[in-house]
């Protein structure tokens, strides 16, 4: 291919992904009528490796970019020459990343796409969702030491399967599994749980879980591949479909796993009286699962990286359309709220209400 006809078809990629970004619905019929193939086709192809080929890619990109101009110099490069291949090997990533999966990013908003109303966050509605979830916390605890990985993601693959077509989120495929990483200690030292890989259609999930850990992270990470990139929004869909689970692990996964967004939620709404009164209604269990967690990561994180990662990822998310950034994962509680307050409300595309249990 000439450089000509490589550039004239960035060139259209890149117009496509800004009318992509900028028409209404674009991000929509993206997600809609694009990327279940691009999704299908890169984790196919993915599964033939059982290595992360996200990571692999990362790095080979890093190294090219490093190695560009030593190249450019060996083969009598000038500069300018030089820096057009850097921008364009770039440019390239970009088109990849968001083509592979980054323009869900643009999707329309989880109020809009399920048809119901935006419920007005109040203390009220937010003290009825709270005894409802505290009630059901206590209730769904049992200690979780030993669990089948490879059933629970049976499991929630086929509830996800079962979800109308009109929530917007493509089918789980059998290939699609999470895969060996190759820097799990590095994620385990800035505490990522998990992460979407874009460019082949990769959902990873930290290899150092704690078995109460794993269900939760898995299906807010599988839910990211089946085309949701809103990170309250993957909270959301993770706590249904757990709690919607025949293994009481599992749902008690589901509850443990948003505490700590209710936690954020209660002491934002409560003074600190209040605050304190309502953790003293949490099973102790509970809380020293929820102890042990948070110290098990804490000796796990460096400081420092964790505080870089945090800082880029904030960066990283408000760059893509979601404007709260990190505090993005918190809004989890109102979006059930919502849902709560709509259940006589049936959403409409689907015929039937959406069942979120408390």
């Not at 953790?279 to 042990?292: F, G, I, N, S």
Request: a neutral charge; one cysteine or more.
């Amino acid at each position: 291919m000439s450089i000509f006809s490589r550039r004239t078809i960035l060139g259209f990629l890149l117009v496509s992904l800004i009318a992509i970004r900028f028409i209404p619905d674009g991000g929509e019929f993206y997600a809609t009528y694009i990327y279940p193939t691009t999704s299908w086709g890169l984790s196919f192809l993915s599964s033939l490796c059982p290595w992360s080929l996200e990571e692999i890619t990362v790095c080979l990109t890093g190294a090219l970019l490093l190695l560009f101009p030593l190249i450019g110099l060996c083969c009598r490069k000038g500069a300018k020459s030089i820096l057009k291949g850097e921008i364009e090997i770039l440019l390239w990533v970009i088109v990849w990343f968001y083509w592979g999966w980054g323009c869900t990013y643009f999707r329309t908003p989880f109020h809009e796409r399920m048809m119901i109303e935006e419920a007005e966050y109040t203390p009220e509605s937010f003290q009825k969702f709270l005894t409802a979830y505290t009630d059901s916390l206590n209730a769904a605890y049992l200690p979780v030491q030993n669990l089948n990985k490879e059933e629970v993601r049976r499991e929630i693959k086929a509830i996800y399967s079962q979800l109308p077509p009109g929530f917007g989120l493509t089918k789980p495929q059998s290939f699609q599994e999470p895969k060996t990483l190759l820097f799990n200690e590095l994620y385990n030292q800035v505490g990522v749980l998990g992460y979407m890989g874009p460019f082949f259609a990769e959902s990873q999930v930290n290899m150092s879980l704690e078995p109460l850990e794993y269900p939760f992270t898995y299906a807010h990470e599988l839910s990211h591949l089946l085309g949701i990139s809103n990170e309250a929004e993957a909270n959301f869909w993770a706590f249904h479909i757990c709690t919607q689970s025949k293994n009481p692990m599992v749902r008690y996964s589901a509850y443990n796993g948003l505490l700590a967004y209710v936690a954020n939620n209660a002491r934002a709404v409560f003074n600190k009286e209040d605050y304190e009164k309502w953790l003293a209604t949490v099973r102790p269990e509970v809380m020293e699962d929820e102890k042990r967690l948070a110290q098990l990561w804490k000796d796990r994180k460096n400081p420092v990286l964790n505080a870089a990662q945090d800082w880029l990822y904030n960066l990283y998310l408000k760059g893509n359309d979601i404007p709260q950034g990190v505090q993005n994962y918190a809004q989890v509680v109102s979006m059930l709220i919502s849902v709560q307050e709509s259940q006589q409300e049936p959403l409409r595309r689907q015929g039937r209400a959406l069942s979120v249990k408390q």
